[in-house]
């Protein structure tokens, strides 16, 4: 998500780019371990505490020496030819900058952004490059961390929030019923929201029955991504208990965007692209803690706990209708026009090569 709205930001600047997925797309051990990541996320997150330390310390990518594999990749390069390189993703920050180096005949210039919200046991070590040429971070915490872990603060920088183009824009209450209109909800009736990550981690079945037998009197708005088994699930649900719910897909910016600011609170883990986007609309939020919490999660709730003025964590569905009778934190960072601040200073970077 991050990769794809800094290459819309960046050619809406005028400039080329492409994204690249080494790991996703790469040698098939790769694959395999990235795949076995979005099952623990979506199955037992509490596992991901084992495999994340393992990860930290297997080194797997740290050497351009010790990854398999890499014709592809660097070819990839040759084609493109960069002037500059940028990761989003922990395991790609230092073996793999060197790949880009050796590949490329340009004199590259290579930039970290860690979309990570604060520090905790899920800061991974693998982001901190002190080769790079620069670190940047969405929030104060996150650029702190860096620093602590060895990188040098000059090359530091708090660009704010990494987001889709339509989080940038300017709340269009006419839009904003609009939107809801072709969605089939009612914009003037408050919803609860329950969001699915990228890797479709979700109870959305489980909170929907303790709704439905507590009689919570509101509408459901549940989002399913691309799973279609959980849509129709969903949707049979409604038509057989009563509780109003209304299933969708996977949404584009714009519908997430007015579907944040419509809600009355979202219910969804503690993931740092779905908490970001929270942030940025200031949805209030209940944690769905169930299975267990990931490393990388609980920089989330670290962030939150230092910025608001509480936290609403469940371990199980069953706590979700007594959260609904009281006040939800919510926390609000504005976001500029655009991701600005970002794309001048790897505009500044690509002048000075």
Excluded at 313 to 340: A, D, V
């Amino acid at each position: 998500m991050r990769a794809s709205a800094l290459l819309n930001g960046w050619n809406d600047h005028g400039h080329e780019g492409c994204i690249s997925r080494p790991l996703d797309d790469g040698f098939l051990a790769y694959r395999m371990g990235a795949e076995f990541y979005n099952f623990i996320q979506v199955k037992m997150p509490w596992f991901h505490q084992f495999y994340f330390r393992f990860l930290e310390y297997a080194n797997l990518h740290r050497r351009a020496s010790t990854i398999l594999c890499t014709s592809r990749f660097q070819q990839q390069v040759r084609n493109f030819c960069p002037d500059l390189v940028l990761s989003v993703h922990a395991h790609l920050n230092h073996g793999f900058f060197d790949l880009v180096s050796k590949a490329s005949s340009n004199s590259l210039k290579s930039i970290v952004y860690c979309g990570e919200l604060a520090d905790g046991p899920g800061f991974s070590r693998h982001w901190v490059n002190p080769k790079v040429d620069l670190f940047v971070g969405p929030t104060s915490e996150t650029c702190e961390a860096a620093v602590k872990r060895g990188m040098s603060r000059e090359k530091v920088k708090n660009c704010g929030l990494l987001l889709r183009s339509p989080f940038y824009a300017k709340l269009d209450e006419g839009k904003r019923v609009s939107c809801l209109k072709e969605l089939k909800i009612d914009s003037s009736r408050p919803f609860l929201l329950l969001a699915t990550g990228a890797n479709g981690a979700n109870r959305h079945l489980e909170i929907c029955r303790r709704l439905a037998e507590a009689r919570i009197n509101i509408p459901v708005v549940a989002l399913c991504g691309n799973d279609l088994g959980l849509k129709r699930k969903l949707t049979e649900f409604d038509q057989n208990q009563g509780l109003r719910v209304l299933a969708l897909p996977k949404m584009g910016g714009e519908q997430m965007f007015y579907l944040l600011h419509s809600a009355l609170c979202m219910v969804g883990r503690p993931g740092a692209g779905l908490t970001s986007e929270a942030l940025a609309c200031g949805t209030p939020m209940v944690f769905d803690l169930s299975r267990g919490v990931m490393p990388q999660e609980s920089n989330s709730l670290n962030f939150w706990k230092s910025r608001g003025e509480g936290v609403l964590t469940m371990n199980n569905p069953n706590l979700l209708p007594n959260f609904l009778g009281q006040k939800i934190p919510r926390i609000r960072i504005e976001l500029p026009s655009s991701p600005s601040e970002l794309i001048l200073l790897l505009e500044a970077l690509g002048a000075e090569r």
